[in-house]
Nanobody, 124 residues
Framework: QVQLVESGGGSVQAGGSLRLSCTAS????????MAWFRQAPGKERDWVAS????????YYANSVKGRATISRDSAKNTVHLQMNSLELEDTAMYFC?????????????????WGQGTQVTVSS
């Protein structure tokens, strides 16, 4: 069983930055794929970025490519999502997800473990 706890959300003006963190616990072996998704009110949960904890490969949705960086601190079992040049459209609840699949996907169905989410609100 993997528990995921997100932190770092908040309110920020457009153009600003935020760093989200997700700490994993309760596992014997670290999940292979860690990801961030986001969900705006009334919309589906969309994939933002993933990191493969073995290869260290990273993957980004087109909507955040160039503005987001996903990274992992293995010593702290923590994954970070640095978001820069935030836009109004980035406002959403951000969820951390994890799975033991060999390849990292972008669908919610490909992740077994989920955190409770952290709210990011971008204002003009």
């Amino acid at each position: 069983q993997v528990q995921l706890v997100e932190s770092g959300g908040g309110s920020v003006q457009a153009g600003g930055s935020l760093r989200l963190s997700c700490t994993a616990s309760g596992h014997t072996w670290s999940p292979i794929c860690m990801a961030w998704f986001r969900q705006a009110p009334g919309k589906e949960r969309d994939w933002v970025a993933s990191i493969h904890t073995v290869s260290h490969n990273t993957y980004y949705a087109n909507s955040v490519k160039g503005r987001a960086t996903i990274s992992r601190d293995s010593a702290k079992n923590t994954v970070h999502l640095q978001m820069n040049s935030l836009e109004l459209e980035d406002t959403a609840m951000y969820f951390c997800a994890a799975d033991y699949r060999v390849t990292c996907g972008s669908r919610t169905s490909e992740y077994l473990y989920w955190g409770q989410g952290t709210q990011v609100t971008v204002s003009s």
